[in-house]
T-cell receptor
Framework: NAGVTQTPKFQVLKTGQSMTLQCAQDMNHEYMSWYRQDPGMGLRLIHYSVGAGITDQGEVPNGYNVSRSTTEDFPLRLLSAAPSQTSVYFC?????????????FGPGTRLTVL | QKEVEQDPGPLSVPEGAIVSLNCTYSNSAFQYFMWYRQYSRKGPELLMYTYSSGNKEDGRFTAQVDKSSKYISLFIRDSQPSDSATYLCAMPAGNNRKLIWGLGTSLAVNP
């Protein structure tokens, strides 16, 4: 099993550009989520999904869109990149049942917006 | 006040030292208490978890929960340079699978 994979590993964008961060998992997890991690701010939830076709906002959703057409994939779209979106982005997945909720993380995407 | 508070450090100790990492929380409904470890430029991974109060030991690591004080700890015995990482506490919130995270404590174990 590859676990949770993310592409690209690094990305540099100019202000106003759009892009999609890819996330895929092969563990048949129903729950998937996107976080951003910034120094002094910790992990902050952007969007999450409890299954195909179902998504919801986290605590910092502005400027980001998500969709979940399959169980495996959960892409994150930046609509019009801003310097404030410079961050490390992590995708995570877990089962929807059982406790505790162990989340499995991808290796991250380091994004710089100039 | 954040639901989970964690001193970000950094914490620097010599090899072989006993390390104590701590979090406080405000929601008395939390039942599971998790510790994740994050190496530099990697994603977090679950180290261990405890349910309700008490201690749990796994090798050199001991997780402790004091629900009366809303205080959790992770102890590392005989710390090694390979333990150098950021340690994050996390607690599941309700039934929606979300985790409430501490900021993480950066630990450096010096040879």
């Amino acid at each position: 099993n590859a676990g949770v994979t993310q592409t690209p590993k690094f990305q540099v964008l100019k202000t106003g550009q759009s892009m999609t961060l890819q996330c895929a998992q092969d563990m048949n997890h129903e729950y998937m989520s996107w976080y951003r991690q910034d120094p002094g701010m910790g992990l902050r939830l952007i969007h999450y999904s409890v299954g195909a076709g179902i998504t919801d906002q986290g605590e910092v959703p502005n400027g980001y869109n998500v969709s979940r057409s399959t169980t495996e994939d959960f892409p994150l779209r930046l609509l019009s990149a801003a310097p404030s979106q410079t961050s490390v982005y992590f995708c995570a997945s877990s089962y929807s049942q059982g406790a505790p909720n162990e989340q499995f993380f991808g290796p991250g995407t380091r994004l710089t917006v100039l | 006040q954040k639901e989970v508070e964690q001193d970000p450090g950094p914490l620097s100790v010599p090899e072989g030292a006993i390390v104590s990492l701590n979090c406080t929380y405000s929601n008395s409904a939390f039942q599971y208490f998790m510790w994740y470890r994050q190496y530099s430029r990697k994603g977090p991974e679950l180290l261990m978890y405890t349910y309700s109060s008490g201690n749990k030991e796994d090798g050199r690591f001991t997780a402790q929960v004091d629900k009366s004080s809303k205080y959790i700890s992770l102890f590392i015995r005989d710390s090694q340079p390979s333990d150098s990482a950021t340690y994050l506490c996390a607690m599941p919130a309700g039934n929606n699978r979300k985790l409430i995270w501490g900021l993480g404590t950066s630990l450096a174990v010096n040879p």
